[in-house]
């Protein structure tokens, strides 16, 4: 975890042995969170889920600043691009949630894991010294195309008749992912502490809980222990702690070259859900992996 010192941003470069082990180890809990999600809807509607995890995650998150002595709400001219970013970060899950039911699951994780694109041209435009070279876009386009193949027997299947308008809505909150970090990268969110910027996003995106019970989810009046564990681990580990910890990495590396280790979390979404769901692993999972991997390392070639 950070300590008091880091919001003092460093000038951005390659990402380190370090860093890529951190976020290896993001991936691998944002991929075994896809399980938590689904196991938690089964009792937890989507919008009440995503909104009551951050209000839950906020109050954690204010916990550590008190343990740690950070004064997690100061008048230092920062709200706007807080809330902006919020706004980013709120609307992107509304998107998703969206856009989720509207096509197929593989078709959804592709579209929605196109952000580490959006991230890298962001970063190449709005964020100084973060320029791509030719070989870095290579390398994300080949880490993307590892995606699809992992999931090109999804793909493959018969999509729903409506689904063109799930894969907008999936494509167009993978581009909110992504100005939800320019917009940290891009101002001054970038020179404070990591849980006050993340303490904007969760703040912001609890207005999903009230949208959801305008729309017709509701409170579940009882969950039983699994998805209750689901749930918890979801605040505590996902919303709380690995959210911190990107935020974190994003003001001390090149975003481009940070965000493209992110197309490892739908790979460990497929192994999860293979391994604790039952779920079916096509042939392609080899050589999807083999793909990312391979980017991801171009990406981060110095």
Same mark, same amino acid.
């Given at each position: 975890m950070p300590t008091k010192s880091d #919001?003092?941003?460093? #000038?951005?470069?390659?990402?380190? =042995?370090? =860093? &890529?082990?951190?976020?290896?180890?993001?991936?691998?809990? !944002?991929?075994?969170? +896809?399980?938590?999600?689904?196991?938690? %809807?089964?009792?937890?509607?989507?919008?009440?889920? =995503?909104?009551?995890? %951050?209000?839950? =995650? &906020? /109050?954690?998150?204010m916990a550590w600043c008190r343990f740690r002595g950070i004064k997690a709400f100061q008048n230092d001219g920062t709200w706007k691009a807080g809330l902006l970013a919020g706004a980013f970060f709120t609307?992107?899950?509304?998107?998703?949630?969206?856009?989720v039911p509207r096509t197929t699951a593989a078709r959804a994780v592709l579209f929605f894991y196109t952000a580490p694109l959006f *991230?890298? *041209?962001? &970063?190449?435009?709005?964020?100084?010294?973060?320029?791509?070279?030719? @070989?870095?876009?290579?390398?994300?386009?080949?880490?993307?195309?590892?995606?699809?193949v992992c999931f090109s027997d999804g793909l493959r299947a018969a999509a729903p008749? #409506? %689904?063109?308008?799930?894969?907008?809505?999936?494509l167009l909150a993978a581009i909110f992912w992504g100005a939800t970090m320019i917009a940290i990268k891009a101002t001054r969110l970038v020179t404070i502490a990591p849980?006050?910027?993340?303490?904007? +996003? $969760?703040?912001? #995106?609890?207005?999903?809980?009230? *949208?959801?019970?305008?729309?017709?989810?509701?409170l579940p009046s009882s969950i039983s222990a699994i998805p209750?564990?689901?749930?918890?681990?979801? @605040? @505590?580990? @996902?919303a709380s702690a690995t /959210?911190?910890?990107?935020v974190w990495l994003m003001t001390r590396y090149d975003a481009g070259k940070l965000s493209s280790f992110i197309f490892l979390a739908p790979l460990f979404g497929v192994l999860f859900g293979w391994m604790l769901?039952?779920?079916?692993?096509?042939?392609?999972?080899? &050589?999807?992996?083999?793909?990312?991997? %391979?980017? *991801? !390392? $171009?990406?981060?070639r110095r």
């Open positions: #919001s003092t941003p460093r #000038s951005p470069g390659a990402v380190d =042995a370090f =860093a &890529a082990l951190v976020m290896v180890l993001l991936c691998a809990i !944002w991929g075994f969170n +896809q399980v938590a999600v689904k196991v938690a %809807s089964a009792e937890i509607p989507p919008f009440v889920q =995503a909104g009551l995890r %951050s209000l839950c =995650a &906020a /109050f954690v998150v609307i992107e899950f509304a998107l998703f949630f969206e856009g *991230i890298a *041209i962001g &970063a190449h435009f709005f964020v100084p010294n973060e320029r791509m070279r030719l @070989v870095h876009v290579f390398g994300l386009i080949l880490a993307f195309a590892g995606v699809a008749a #409506s %689904s063109l308008i799930g894969d907008l809505l999936c849980e006050r910027t993340l303490l904007y +996003q $969760l703040g912001t #995106s609890s207005l999903l809980l009230p *949208i959801g019970l305008v729309i017709g989810e509701s209750a564990l689901s749930f918890a681990f979801q @605040v @505590v580990v @996902v /959210f911190l910890t990107f769901l039952g779920e079916t692993v096509n042939a392609g999972l080899l &050589a999807g992996a083999v793909l990312i991997c %391979s980017g *991801i !390392w $171009l990406v981060n």
